[in-house]
């Protein structure tokens, strides 16, 4: 079993940057996928970006060309680069990745970590 743990969120004014990155306690090769959502107060938990098994990258239309997400599997990080923020980025943002392992998928979730940028 995987444990997720996110770290780099905090306050930022609009138009910076941000870098938040997840620590990833099991070998990320066996991984079918990484991800980051977020979840503002009063809305539903999003997708914002994820990594496919093969490399392939995906992300939400609201961050395309301001966040980017990546991988490290030497340090078992999974990053993601945030940069022209906005006040509507504000969230907890949360890692997940998943793995299928003995004929079953299993999903893993890190804590979450707050991303505040001030209108």
């Known amino acids: 079993q995987a444990q997720l743990k996110e770290s780099g969120g905090g306050l930022v004014q609009p138009g910076g940057s941000l870098r938040l990155s997840c620590a990833v306690s099991?070998?990320?090769?066996?991984?079918?996928?990484m991800a980051w959502y977020r979840q503002a107060p009063g809305k539903q938990r999003e997708l914002v970006a994820r990594?496919?098994?093969?490399?392939?990258?995906d992300y939400a239309d609201s961050v395309k060309g301001r966040f980017t997400i990546s991988s490290d599997n030497d340090k078992s990080t999974i990053d993601l680069q945030m940069s022209s923020l906005k006040p509507d980025d504000t969230a907890i943002y949360y890692c997940?990745?998943?793995?299928?392992?003995?004929?079953?998928?299993?999903?893993?979730w890190g804590q979450g970590t707050q991303v505040t940028v001030p209108s």
């Open positions: 099991i070998s990320m090769h066996s991984l079918n996928s």
């Open positions: 990594i496919i098994s093969g490399g392939s990258t």
């Open positions: 997940h990745a998943d793995q299928y392992y003995s004929g079953a998928t299993y999903d893993y």
